[in-house]
């Protein structure tokens, strides 16, 4: 760990002697295959922890916390373990994985006051399966890995997808949520810091709440979490175009994100739209279908909606460069004809309508369960900025210009660079090349992929060479996305959260992180600190 010396082995047997009595013996685990699996994740793999704690309640996750952090042990918390930026992984020997899995309640639901308060390993997916019968939903409602992904995960180190291009990223609809200290002091921000008020608002006095999001669990651990709910719209319909270039694309992207109507907002190049509708087989494709007239609203509705899929199929080719999928949503047709039209007005005549198959699966099965790897069996690096509209074009040239001059290197090692964009509200562009490789699955992908890709990833040569170019061309890439004003979620230990900050905002976050955690023993390395 960074700045943390390991503690002895007498010492972690000790402790978690202790932490057995405190919390149960079953909340302790230490079988090797376990804690080799919580020292990985999509990417890396980092030193292998010495246990694995997994507490049921608060209280338990509160007091194994204390006696671990009194021994001098590195704890490092993980949600759903979806991450690629070592956000969990340990940084030195001996070190505990706080599998936070355990505490997965949705504890209130509050339809009056339109909040919903959740433990923080609550699964998006299971949240949303415990909202939907209420007729509402988080006004973020999770990633596309929300299946697994936790709610605080998505807090800890920022989330975007379902929701995002109408209200942001996870953090915009964050309420308060309860905080523990390195030294297992449970406190609450937002309106519930009062003794006994309600957790139904964000602001009263300076955001507290605010701290803790993107903090990477480096600044004490999430436990219970509140959201502000939304109204479920009745009607969602995607729509889809294609472009000739990425400059018109992203035109349309900027004027569909002003107009603020539609919810999610996704952009494709033709080599990334290759791989993501690559077939996942008829049963797949049918549950799909199945799963697509439940929700297109009303019997009629979803019926045309399956049959246009079944003639469309994955037929999506044309010439088009780049592809943008949209949907909307709507209480009513007439109001959903309405958002339609004003996102086709934002596109203009330089998108071509293609057929809608991608954001309507996208809306129907929310919460697939995507691979770790890419579909032609490759092991992935995914890396993003968030920039504003204004330097995306400039951003994009700068990348292609360095997959150019880096063009012989990938090559060589058989690496692709399909991107994925996405809008942020009214304000952020989301940027997300993702690195490929044909590479060996470590224990992380074995556990977490179909076998009809695992058979053909075994079969690769490991690949080491590919592992170090996608770490390489990750530093660059990140340069080039800080000289266009990029931004990051995802912070972990990978982006240079600490580059280029003034000493007064580094010296105020390390005063938190004094304050919440003095030895530095939670999540050391997150957030470069
Ligand atoms: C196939 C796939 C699809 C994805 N799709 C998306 C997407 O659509 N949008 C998107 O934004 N991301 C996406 N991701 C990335 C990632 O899954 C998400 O960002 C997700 O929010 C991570 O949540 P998690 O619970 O897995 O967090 P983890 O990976 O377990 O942890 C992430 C960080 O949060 C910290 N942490 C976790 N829980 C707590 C807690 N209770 N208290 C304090 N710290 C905590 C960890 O220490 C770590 O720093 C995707 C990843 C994959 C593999």
């Known amino acids: 760990m960074s700045n943390v010396t390991p503690v002895h082995n007498d010492i972690i047997d000790e402790a978690l002697a202790l932490t057995r009595q405190a919390i149960g013996a079953d909340a302790v685990i230490t079988d090797a295959d376990t804690r080799a699996y919580h020292s990985q994740d999509v990417f890396a793999t980092g030193p292998t922890v ?44 001996n070190g505990v994985s706080l599998d936070m899995s355990g505490l997965n309640e949705t504890l209130e639901i509050n339809t009056e006051d339109m909040f919903v308060t959740v433990q923080a390993g609550c699964t998006w997916e299971a949240l949303d399966n ?122 349309a992207m900027s004027a569909i994100a002003a107009s603020n109507r539609a919810t999610e907002v996704f952009g494709f190049t033709r080599r990334a739209m290759e791989g993501a509708i690559a077939s996942k087989g008829l049963w797949e494709d049918l549950k799909i279908m199945f799963a697509v007239g439940r929700t297109s609203g009303g019997p009629i509705a979803g019926l045309f909606q399956v049959l246009k899929m079944a003639l469309a199929g994955r037929r999506w080719s044309t010439n088009s460069e780049c592809f943008v999928h949209c949907a909307v949503e709507a209480d009513n047709p007439t109001e959903l004809k309405g958002h339609m039209q004003t996102v086709r007005d934002a596109v203009g005549s330089a998108g071509r309508d293609i057929p809608n198959t991608m954001p309507t699966v996208m809306r129907a099965t929310p919460f697939m369960p995507y691979p770790v790897v890419g579909m032609d069996a490759k092991r992935m690096l995914p890396l993003h900025a968030i920039l504003p509209f204004s330097k995306v074009v400039a951003f994009h040239r700068a990348l292609e210009a360095y997959f150019e001059k880096r063009k012989a290197d990938m090559d060589a090692l058989d690496m692709t660079t399909p991107s994925i964009f996405g809008t942020l509200s009214t304000n952020g562009f989301l940027y997300e090349p993702v690195l490929y490789w044909p590479d060996q699955p470590d224990i992380f992908h074995e556990r977490n992929t179909p076998e009809e890709l695992l058979a053909p990833m075994r079969e690769n040569a490991p690949s080491e060479r590919g592992r170090i170019l996608a770490k390489e061309m990750f530093e660059e890439m990140v340069t080039i996305m800080h000289e266009h004003s990029g931004v990051h979620l995802q912070i972990g230990k990978a982006y240079p959260y600490t580059r280029d900050r003034s000493d007064m905002t580094i010296a105020l976050v390390r005063q938190i992180k004094d304050l919440t955690d003095p030895r530095g023993l939670i999540n050391p390395g997150a957030l470069g600190l």
């Open 50 to 93: 010495a246990a694995v704690i997994r507490p049921t309640t608060v209280a338990d996750l509160a007091s194994a916390i204390k006696i671990l952090t009194t021994a001098g042990i590195a704890v490092f918390p993980r949600g759903g373990g979806y991450s690629y930026t070592d956000a969990y992984l340990p940084t030195g020997p």
């Open 130 to 251: 415990a909202l939907a019968p209420h007729g509402v939903r988080a006004e973020f409602w999770g990633p596309l890995s929300g299946f697994k992904a936790t709610v605080g995960g998505g807090m800890s180190q920022g989330a975007a997808s379902l929701g995002s291009s109408k209200d942001g990223i996870s953090a915009e609809a964050v309420l308060g949520m309860e905080i523990v200290t390195a030294e297992g002091t449970v406190f609450a921000t937002g309106s519930a810091a009062q003794d006994g008020k309600s957790p139904f608002f964000r602001n009263y006095g300076p955001d507290l709440t605010g701290l803790f999001c993107g903090d990477a669990g480096a600044l004490g651990i999430k436990a219970t979490i509140t959201l502000r709910l939304q109204k479920r719209a009745k009607f969602t319909q995607g729509l889809s175009f294609g472009f000739d270039t990425f400059e018109a694309a992203h035109k």
